[in-house]
C-alpha cells in the first residue's frame, strides 16, 4: 500500500515536498519511484530510489530540481521538488517495485498510490 500527501498550489519557483507512506512488501529490497501525469499527457517518470543501496535515478526534466529520499525508521519517501515550472503541474503518484533496480518504466512498478495534486502558477 502506498499513499501520498504534500500536494498544492504553487508559484513558479517555489518548492513543494511530497510524501510518500508505503507498507507491505516482501522483500527487504526494493524501489519506491514518483511519477506523474499532466492533463492530456501520459504518466511519465519522475524520480525513484532503491531500497538496497539508496541509489536514485531522476528524469532529465527534473534533474538538479527535484531530490528524492527515504527514511528507513519511518517507511516514508520524500520527493522534495524546488524551482517549480508550471509544466510540473501533474497529478503526482508513488508506486513500489518488489526488487531494487533503477528503472522509471511505469509498466515495471506493481503497486500505485492514489496521487496527489501539485499545481505551479505562472
Known amino acids: 500500500q502506498l499513499v501520498e500527501s504534500g500536494g498544492g498550489l504553487v508559484q513558479a519557483g517555489g518548492s513543494l515536498r511530497l510524501s510518500c507512506a508505503f507498507s507491505g512488501f516482501v522483500f527487504d529490497d526494493y524501489t519506491i519511484g514518483w511519477f506523474r501525469q499532466a492533463p492530456g499527457k501520459e504518466r511519465e517518470g519522475v524520480a525513484c530510489?532503491?531500497?538496497?543501496?539508496?541509489?536514485?535515478l531522476y528524469a532529465n526534466s527534473v534533474k538538479g530540481r527535484f531530490t528524492i529520499s527515504r527514511d528507513t525508521a519511518t517507511n516514508m519517501v520524500y520527493l522534495q521538488m524546488n524551482n517549480l515550472k508550471p509544466e510540473d503541474t501533474a497529478v503526482y503518484y508513488c508506486?513500489?517495485?518488489?526488487?531494487?533496480?533503477?528503472?522509471?518504466?511505469?509498466?515495471?512498478?506493481?503497486?500505485w498510490g492514489q496521487g496527489t495534486q501539485v499545481t505551479v502558477s505562472s
Open positions: 530510489i532503491m531500497t538496497n543501496d539508496d541509489s536514485t
Open positions: 508506486a513500489g517495485l518488489e526488487i531494487a533496480t533503477d528503472t522509471l518504466d511505469i509498466g515495471e512498478y506493481d503497486a
